[in-house]
């Protein structure tokens, strides 16, 4: 029994030493291991392993041991793992051409093996881009080009995950080998062909390769299942600057020589009438959806995503209340503090005030305590900072009133009036803060306070903000709102 048990241990302890040796390429470790075991490979399906060391060493392009292995049991090549992957399968999504060779001369039914997904081989290699890869295992298995991949077929696939250079070899190896290109024309479950695929998708290279093609174009006129022709797609596709570039893909072919002509799309009665469009016309209209498409795109630079106007109430909101709060205290706190009791321009104004008093006419007058300081001693700034304070404290009480009071606010329009307003609320608020600067910093100081590079550089900033924000950011949505309106018109009209 305990003999047994040490020899069951030993065959554990080898096992694990087997496929170390698969995920570090070692094949002096593999010789030995055969050497003391020469069965150890046929006792990998009697083990819990997911996968054999032939897996490991293929999806890690160790070559050596790859070519050792498959010396040593060849039926390893067609073995899977859980989700029914052969080797072949991850040695071709990874690319390691070389492994792929030498799998394919041990057993070339392989490309063939479908996984759970109903993915073979040159599926995981179309998906990756992997050329050369997927030429190897064309020419292994030229039939391997029939298999779908959900409905789709590899050129699909290619399409999909938008390599050309696999799409290009495809198309080569499908013509060379069969003499036609009825796996590249077909269509999939949807009906959608590749043309129809790389519009969908936008795939600006792979369409400029496939419009020039005769026979695409004859299949790419036919409708898909939904009823859409590619010219169908593009129209129901947000414009945008790909999709213009597509309508002039589309509307060009090239005839015998070369030169490109013009895309017959245009009625044909249309060149009977002297008020057909001429090329320059088409030119121009073509022009206008550039124009038009680029300011969509600069108009959507603007746009707010998700619910943008729950999020801009909720700030308005908040900053309306602090706003508030601050012009508030800010007035039964003014700069420079308030007059205390027994105060007078005679014996009780400090000397600084003197300056800029004209006592004379307060002789004899004592100052009613709580009146502000700053009122007597510059009053022209204090009137001022009242004034600035004020209109903020009143504009930001608006906002808030008309927040809480459940009018309706769910249009964008009231909205942006509404940040507008909040905008030049701020921007009194700042102005009242200048002016309160201007107050309590002493006169000697003041000079060095204003030319000071921080303050200036400050002062610029918030400024240039506040232009930016509340002027060129509103008056440009206004101006492409126009020009996309006018643009729209033209075209109508054109």
């Known amino acids: 029994m305990e003999v047994e048990l040490n020899q069951i241990t030993t065959s554990c302890g080898q096992m694990s030493l087997l496929y170390e040796a698969a995920y570090s390429g070692d094949v002096s470790t593999l010789n030995s291991l055969i050497q003391q075991r020469p069965r150890i490979l046929h006792n990998i399906s009697q083990t819990t392993f997911t996968e054999t060391p032939l897996h490991i060493s293929s999806l890690l392009g160790h070559l050596q041991f790859t070519k050792e292995l498959i010396t040593l049991k060849p039926n390893l090549a067609i073995e899977v793992d859980s989700s029914q992957r052969t080797a072949l399968h991850l040695a071709s999504a990874e690319g390691h051409i070389h492994v792929v060779k030498e799998l394919i001369k ?23 881009g992997r050329t050369k890869v997927v030429q190897e295992l064309i020419k292994a298995k030229p039939e391997s080009l029939s298999f779908r991949d959900n409905g789709k077929t590899v050129f699909h696939l290619c399409v999909t995950y938008n390599h050309l250079e696999t799409l290009t070899a495809l198309v080569e190896l499908e ?26 998708l936008k795939r600006l290279e792979a369409i ?15 409708k898909n299942k939904v009823g859409l022709t590619v010219e169908d797609i593009i129209e129901h596709s947000p414009k945008d600057f790909k999709i213009c570039e597509i309508q002039l893909m589309l509307t060009k072919k090239t005839d015998k020589n070369g030169f490109e002509t013009t895309h017959p799309h245009t009625p044909p009665d249309a060149i009977d009438y002297p008020i057909a469009r001429s090329r320059n016309d088409n030119y121009c209209i073509t022009m206008l959806k550039c124009i038009g ?20 109430r909720g700030n308005l909101s908040l900053v309306s209340t602090v706003t508030s709060t601050i012009t508030f205290q800010s007035l039964v706190n003014p700069p420079g503090g308030f007059i205390q009791q027994g105060l007078s321009p005679n014996n009780n104004m400090p000397s600084s005030f003197h300056d800029s008093l004209d006592c004379t006419k307060l002789k004899d007058k004592t100052f009613c305590p709580g009146q502000a300081i700053s009122s007597f001693h510059s009053p022209g700034c204090f009137e001022c900072f009242v004034i600035f304070n004020t209109v903020s404290f009143m504009s930001s009480l608006g ?22 307003g909040m ?28 030319t000071s590079i921080p303050y200036g550089a400050s002062a610029m900033m918030f400024f240039a903000l506040c232009l930016l924000t509340a002027v060129v950011f509103h008056l440009l949505r206004i101006f492409i709102w126009v020009v996309k309106k006018c643009v729209r018109i033209i075209k109508e009209h054109v």
């Open 423 to 450: 905008c030049c609320t701020i921007y009194f608020l700042a102005c009242a803060y200048v002016v309160a600067l201007h107050i309590v910093v002493p006169g000697h100081l003041s000079y060095h306070t204003i």
């Open 106 to 128: 041990v057993n070339n039914e392989a490309c063939l093996k479908p996984d759970e997904e109903g993915r073979i081989p040159l599926h995981y290699a179309a998906m990756r």
């Open 399 to 420: 906002v808030t009133v008309l927040l809480v009071s459940g009018v309706p606010l769910k249009n964008k329009v009231v909205i942006r009036i509404l940040s507008l």
């Open 175 to 200: 013509s060379a080998i069969t003499g036609q290109l009825f796996n590249f024309t077909s269509s999939d479950n949807s009906g959608n062909t590749v043309l129809h695929l790389a519009v969908m």
């Open 208 to 222: 400029r390769y496939l419009v020039p093609i005769p026979k695409i174009r004859e299949v790419g006129s036919l």
């Open 293 to 312: 498409v680029c300011f969509m795109r600069i108009g959507n630079w603007f746009e707010h995503k998700g619910d943008w106007l729950e999020e801009i």
